[in-house]
């Protein structure tokens, strides 16, 4: 299976930090930044940050990062309804795969997981989730969210963050192996290395049927 190499931010993408990565790394395939901005935790995409990404050749992978609770089916559709309207308000197309960002500490049941599933399905975009499945709810959250609605486990894309290894230049990347729920799954992403000392990026690995899905 050939795997596509990218990266992930919290900060904007600049020529310089672009640069850093291409000639430090490799040049990535994709570029996972935040929809918006949340106070702490991100910067929100610009239009120019999107412009010199395509540029490049890099494809964007669009994440809402303002779960700070996910329980409840109604929570999980307002999540869901947020995620879009930040997609459009960005020219995102329909067919783009919108990725809630679901970290460990955030509490989440399997209601909030089919809410947001369920808000993106007439809507044209595809649904994602990041998140961890060795810490946190989400292994048991998602289990008996499909055990509820076997739907969940067609629509639903993951993206991994375990386990967690060294991050490489992308011609040393790891196969692709990441840890995914206990239940039937689409994980179709890992985030396999954190936190670049010089400069906050991540490096990630993932399936070329997800890369034909992003932006």
Request: net charge neutral; aromatic share 12%.
């Amino acid at each position: 299976m050939c795997a596509h190499w990218g990266v992930d931010s919290a900060t904007k993408v600049t020529n310089e930090l672009y640069h850093y990565v291409m000639y430090n790394f490799g040049k990535p395939e994709f570029w996972g930044r935040s929809l918006s901005t949340v106070q702490g935790r991100a910067e929100g995409l610009t239009k120019e940050e999107v412009e010199l990404l395509h540029n490049n050749g890099t494809k964007v992978l669009p994440i809402y990062n303002g779960v700070k609770e996910a329980v409840g089916y109604q929570q999980g559709r307002t999540v869901g309804i947020n995620t879009i309207f930040h997609a459009r308000r960005l020219a995102i197309p329909e067919g783009t795969i919108l990725f809630a960002s679901v970290e460990p500490f955030v509490l989440i049941d399997e209601e909030w997981i089919r809410g947001y599933v369920d808000v993106l399905i007439p809507c044209g975009y595809r649904s994602g989730i990041y998140y961890n499945p060795v810490q946190g709810d989400f292994n048991i959250a998602y289990c008996n969210a499909i055990r509820n609605d076997p739907k969940v486990a067609n629509q639903l894309i993951l993206w991994s963050a375990a386990p967690e290894l060294e991050a490489t230049k992308r011609s040393e990347s790891p196969p692709f192996n990441p840890i995914k729920p206990s239940s039937r799954a689409n994980v179709w992403g890992w985030q396999y290395g954190r936190d670049i000392e010089t400069h906050s990026f991540d490096t990630n690995l993932i399936e070329r049927k997800l890369y034909n899905l992003l932006w």
